[in-house]
């Protein structure tokens, strides 16, 4: 229980700010000598780490580490503001409880908080207390915790009625502590009661300590004169606190289970009364964290379970039978989970299994903390998947995967299989030149890290700029992070390898990438990894196998950016990875080098042996190991038709976008950045359909300046001379962080604060932005769109800002439009129509909000397809609502270079087609070999089918 005293509570306080509450908050530690003035800097650095709000208008500042010797004496001090103060969060916070702990005493307090944060009023009630006596009886009220364990079971107990089994399970609760005598004899009057199932309940508030649940079962089920028995329950009540324990007995019941009790072991017992089904997929793991499940780590356990997209339960295998909810960060926090105690989690469903092991495998990474074993003698109960034998992929059979980078390979194949880094643990085990002391590790690590260096810079070189010498580039920032290089110095001091304490400083921090929200930024861990391998290879003088002279298709787990560059891409015709999605630097890498690419195919493409002939297509994410003689013929003639449209379409590339019959499309380009502008026009792009403007903003670790914007879009609009720009407005959010835009946690990102919805909640940023691209534009054409909006309100508030700006700055040639991402927006298209001046339909989002499929799911992507009736159904909508009034409409997703979708689209009457800049002349190419009948009646025909296969199938057919 948190302890607090009177003079720990500052009433009615007042802020400005929250930077100002903070520094009351210090000053009040220093006043009580708890402190000294200086302890104020590592109350704002911990904050600038991570926002300490906890719930229910609560936060709990304390400092950080390196602040530790600023701390005269362990101690507390409660602030209220009842005004309020908001958070940099965005919180709303009424009470302050400021730490000054010398170790880590505050993670108990924490623990004693977590009860505060589920009680219905709180926050109001601190925020209108009046008197210290009631903010601290809020604070340190405790909750009263029902008690199922295994101390209170009573398993095969030799009982001959159900009366015996009733007095041997009151009996337990007696000897653990909850009754007295008085429930005891309370228990021996009473008859008991019959649930069902074999299954009967005696009960008595009489006595009760603390409430508790008992169950006792017969050694033998046996058939008594009212009914069989299989157990008895006895249940300790008092107030309202022994209701869950009811609810528990009623869900085993309601779930048919009850019978399963009978001759049960305890741990069975236990995992059915708190909710585990006997279908459930349950897993355990011990907790490695120094301190526990405190907030940091479980925050990043909360994020990864709401990353399953499934219900997931979690209890302590040592707490009590209660399951709570692993995507609740205060429920996480209060099962008070310490190092070396047993999580136990469970799922049911389809997909449980991964998402169970998922949770595990984050529990074993540490959480974003660094972690050591347990003593391996104690970890005998600790999960771990069992190791299963891959099958290898069968001859002459499609097998299916993501589509990365289209395009048609064959060839044998070369598997790049990670090598294997072998060194001990401990320094004191090297042997030869690499033994040495803690001074001797960092010397050799410092030799690896520059070596490394030279090597990447050699590699940039030889790349001559592109997406692959950016990406070289940022592996080398990487090398040159601090943190990593202190996480590493670390390791040696506490004795280990510079081997083992580079890779233990690079796999968590990968491991803390990968937990994030943000597939783009959690798939960069193959980044870090990536970087790593580079500085172990050194340390152990390991080097990658050599690939064949002759061409070949690559076949890894993941490529990296650095395996790409130190290969002769001249002789790689196609590109397979086990892992990875379209949006990883796998597939990224491969359309900038346009080779064709299939990726996440799954482990089994490792099982190839090198040399065994594939035929890879790109196009439809599917690759045929072993073709027969007679598909490889069918496979090399399409081959040799590709080659033949590729050269022709590069030829007439600088063509208007026109059907066969002259109907006018335009074909444009999308942009991750502005450098890109100018190769975009070298490819045929009629202009840019969508410039995702994020990168300026992820670039900088602080709002990017008016001027910083207007140089960016300048280049780009330059470039393009006088071709439209189609700027998108910031599209950030929970899925896409900014680090200087905190947000607080949302349970699914994707349907929360971002795009317009997050610009408008600054419109400073907003007006910025809006203010850098009209600026920038000059007198060229500028298209200015917005994204994620849902209806013509969000359109509105932001057309005032640019209506705003455009009386001071007058544009020329300016249009405003919206992104048509959410369903919502298409079927509202009429009403947005009367106002905006074009719209992009974002096929991509809009696929994956109409269908409710993540298009990342490793499972489901191949589901997501954009020909699905439904959303051709949407485009044809907002294509009809937009040219009623005039306006024209583009599509600036994947499905817009989709050869099987270019004339559905055309059919449809959408205006404008945006790709990428590499599939410019094919789709113009695509453009050309059909007329605008044709493609009326493909996309009537795609109209009328079920399903997206159907949809496909019937395409393929004609």
Known sequence: ????????????????????????????????????????????????????????????????????????????????????????????????VTIAAQS???????????????????????????????????????????????????????????????????????????????????????????????????????????????????????????????????????????LGLLERIADLLDSGEGETLADAEAPTVLARLAGESASAETVRVRVLNAHGLHARPAKQLVQVARNQGMPIKVRLLEGSAETVSAASLTKVIGLGARRGQTLVFSAEGEGAEAAVQA?????????????????????????????????????DTTHPAVPAAPGLAIGSVFVMRTPRFEYPERARDLDGSRGGDAAVQRTRLSHALQAAAEQLEALIRRAQGGEVAEILSMHEEMLDDPELRESAHEGIDEGLSAEAAWWRGVDTAARAQEMLADRLLAERAADLRDVGRRVLGILC???????????????????????????????????????????????????????PAVVGAGERVMTLDNGTELILDGERGRVIPAPSRERRERAELR??????????????????????????????????????????????????????????????????TLDTQIAEYREAIDALDGRPLVARTLDVGGDKPLPYWPLPQEDNPFLGLRGIRLALTRPEILETQLRALL??????????????????????????IVDRLQQEIQAPDVQLGVMIEVPSCALLAPSLAEEVDFFSIGTNDLTQYTLAIDRGHPELSAQSDGLHPAVLRLIQMTVDAAHAK????????????????????VGLGVDELSVSLRQVPMVKARLREIDLTEARHQAELALGQATAEAVREALEAL
């Open 775 to 800: 600026t920038a534009a000059g007198d060229k054409p500028l298209r200015i769109m917005l994204p994620m909006v849902k209806d013509v309100a969000e359109f509105r508030a932001a057309k005032i």
């Open 639 to 704: 081959l040799k038709e590709h080659e033949a449209r590729q050269k022709a379409a590069y030829a007439a590339r600088f063509d208007e976008g026109r059907t066969r019959d002259g109907h006018r499309v335009e074909v444009a380009a999308n942009l991750g950045n502005t450098a890109h502008a100018a190769d975009a026009v070298e490819y045929g792009a009629e202009g840019v359909g969508l410039l995702r403007t994020e990168f300026v903003f992820m670039a900088h670790a602080d709002a990017p």
């Open 104 to 242: 880590d005493e505050h993670l108990d307090i924490l623990r004693a908080l977590t009860h505060v944060l589920d009680r219905e009023g709180v926050a109001q009630r601190l925020a209108n207390a009046g008197t210290r006596a009631e903010v601290i009886a809020e604070l340190s009220k405790a909750p009263v915790v029902a008690k199922v364990d295994i101390d209170t079971l009573c398993l095969n107990f030799p009982a001959k009625d159900r009366f015996e089994l009733a007095l041997a399970g009151a009996a337990r609760l007696r000897q653990a502590g909850c009754v007295n005598a008085e429930f005891v004899a309370a228990i021996v009057e009473q008859e008991p009661v019959a649930l069902g199932q074999g299954l009967w309940l005696a009960s008595s508030a009489q006595g009760v300590a603390t409430p508790a649940l008992s169950l006792a079962t017969p050694e033998a089920a046996f058939a008594g004169p009212k009914g069989q028995v299989n157990g008895v329950f006895c249940l300790a009540a008092q107030g309202e606190a022994h």
């Open 359 to 395: 949770l595990v495998e984050a529990v074993r990474g540490g959480l974003g903390e660094k972690v050591s074993p347990l003593d391996e003698r104690n970890e005998a109960e600790e999960y771990r998947p069992a190791p299963r034998e891959l099958e290898p992929l069968a001859s």
């Open 541 to 595: 003088g390991v080097e990658l196998p050599t690939p064949p002279e002759s061409p070949y298709i690559l076949v890894m787990d993941d490529i990296g950016p650095s395996d790409v560059a130190r290969l002769d891409t001249a002789k790689v015709r196609g590109l397979l990875t086990a892992r990875g999605g379209a949006t990883s630097h796998s597939a990224i890498l491969a359309r900038a080098l346009g080779i």
């Open 886 to 905: 005039g306006k024209w409409v583009g599509v600036c997703g994947e499905l817009a270079s989709d050869a099987q979708a270019v004339p559905v689209l």
């Open 1 to 96: 229980m948190l302890t607090l005293h009177q003079d720990d509570v500052l009433l009615a306080c007042h802020a400005s700010d929250w930077r100002d509450a903070l520094d009351q908050a210090a000053a009040s530690l220093a006043e009580a000598g708890r402190a000294t003035p200086a302890y104020r800097q590592g109350l704002h650095d911990r904050e600038a780490q991570s926002s300490t709000y906890l719930g229910n208008a609560i936060a709990i500042p304390h400092g950080t580490p390196a602040s530790r010797d600023q701390v005269l004496e362990t101690g507390v001090r409660v602030l209220q503001f009842p005004d309020g103060v908001e958070w940099h969060d965005g919180n709303r916070v009424h009470v302050l």
